[in-house]
């Protein structure tokens, strides 16, 4: 199923003493690209993640976000740094026998000052964290997918209708082009009897001009691998691996078909179809951008 680079997704799964919270978040991107925040003792859960992510997202610039906390007190242990505090009871002694002010610091008030109490935490089971965290990952990533996949059903419904519009427009001109040689060949005869008169034309050489003309402005090999190009196009639409790139490159080629139709056509009414073809191969351009 085709799936846009935007996406969402968040969870949270408490269990075994630790409550794990996952937001991931994409945009569009060239490739893929991760950033993660996370709180700093869980460092080591950074490569797995982005790993995890990798195996599932293609492309898209995706942000997590992670939060982790311990619920088992008995993993927690706060100590005294004694030195410390006994330096900052001094500090204040000699603070108020110097201005002559009460003593009136408590044990709350000191346990304030910076690294007084010191927080020991017991050695994590990183591999526990990990199994955890990977629930709550694949959780979010459901989501995160889901999104995708509704976003990218969208832009699927959008292309496809704009690649039938391309079509019809193709079909006006592969009807039309034969008919602007008929145009010119009458109007070429025209000219000749307004420049000549009432004298007799050289047929051969009037039929030379036009198939000169005609070679010129044919564009049935350009119609032909525009055609083509549309339909690989759609075959694309219906992969449920990841196209965005090569999408992107097909409508380069599409383009080019388009431009050269442009070039040739020496008729108003084609030029304004090629025009409008052109149009709507730049509106899904930006669509094909947003598809990983």
Same mark, same amino acid.
């Given at each position: 199923?085709? =799936?846009?680079?935007?996406?969402?997704? /968040? #969870?949270?799964?408490?269990?075994?003493?630790?409550? +794990?919270?996952?937001?991931?978040?994409?945009?569009?991107? $060239?490739?893929?690209?991760?950033?993660?925040?996370?709180? $700093?003792?869980?460092?080591?859960?950074?490569?797995?993640?982005?790993?995890?992510?990798?195996?599932?997202?293609? $492309?898209? =610039?995706?942000?997590?976000?992670?939060?982790?906390?311990?619920?088992?007190?008995?993993?927690?242990?706060? $100590?005294?740094?004694?030195?410390?505090?006994?330096?900052?009871?001094? #500090?204040?002694?000699?603070?108020?026998?110097?201005?002559?002010?009460?003593?009136?610091?408590?044990?709350?008030?000191?346990?304030?000052?910076?690294?007084?109490?010191?927080?020991?935490?017991?050695? @994590?089971?990183?591999?526990?964290?990990?199994?955890?965290? !990977?629930?709550?990952?694949?959780?979010?990533?459901?989501?995160?997918?889901?999104? !995708? *996949?509704?976003?990218?059903?969208?832009?699927?419904?959008?292309?496809?209708?704009?690649?039938?519009?391309?079509?019809?427009?193709?079909?006006?001109? *592969?009807?039309?082009?034969?008919?602007? +040689?008929? *145009?010119?060949?009458? =109007?070429?005869?025209?000219?000749?009897?307004?420049?000549?008169?009432?004298?007799?034309?050289?047929?051969?050489?009037?039929?030379?001009?036009? #198939?000169?003309?005609?070679?010129?402005?044919? +564009?049935?090999?350009?119609?032909?691998?525009?055609?083509?190009?549309?339909?690989?196009?759609?075959?694309?639409?219906?992969?449920?691996?990841?196209?965005? !790139?090569?999408?992107?490159?097909? +409508?380069?080629?599409?383009? /080019?078909?388009?431009?050269?139709?442009?070039?040739?056509?020496?008729?108003?009414?084609?030029? !304004?179809?090629?025009? *409008? &073809?052109?149009?709507?191969?730049?509106? &899904?351009?930006?669509?094909?951008?947003?598809? @990983?």
């Amino acid at each position: 199923m085709l =799936k846009s680079m935007t996406g969402f997704g /968040r #969870a949270s799964v408490e269990k075994d003493g630790y409550a +794990v919270s996952v937001e991931i978040k994409s945009v569009n991107h $060239r490739y893929f690209e991760f950033s993660c925040r996370l709180p $700093r003792q869980y460092g080591f859960l950074e490569d797995k993640l982005k790993s995890h992510l990798a195996s599932k997202i293609s $492309r898209g =610039k995706v942000d997590c976000f992670l939060t982790v906390e311990a619920l088992d007190i008995e993993n927690a242990e706060v $100590r005294v740094n004694h030195t410390l505090a006994g330096a900052y009871v001094n #500090a204040l002694d000699e603070i108020s026998e110097k201005y002559g002010l009460s003593k009136d610091f408590g044990s709350a008030s000191l346990a304030r000052f910076p690294d007084v109490l010191i927080l020991v935490k017991a050695e @994590e089971d990183e591999e526990l964290l990990w199994n955890i965290t !990977r629930d709550a990952v694949n959780s979010a990533l459901e989501k995160f997918i889901e999104m !995708r *996949e509704a976003e990218g059903a969208k832009m699927k419904a959008d292309i496809c209708s704009r690649c039938q519009f391309i079509l019809n427009c193709v079909s006006f001109v *592969e009807e039309r082009s034969p008919l602007t +040689v008929k *145009e010119y060949n009458e =109007k070429l005869i025209s000219r000749v009897h307004d420049l000549l008169g009432d004298v007799s034309l050289d047929e051969g050489r009037i039929l030379q001009e036009v #198939a000169i003309f005609a070679d010129k402005v044919a +564009v049935a090999e350009e119609t032909v691998r525009l055609r083509s190009h549309i339909a690989q196009l759609n075959t694309f639409l219906e992969s449920d691996e990841p196209v965005g !790139r090569k999408m992107d490159f097909l +409508v380069q080629e599409i383009n /080019r078909e388009a431009n050269t139709i442009g070039s040739k056509a020496n008729d108003v009414e084609i030029a !304004r179809k090629v025009v *409008e &073809i052109k149009a709507e191969i730049e509106k &899904i351009r930006e669509q094909i951008q947003n598809i @990983e």
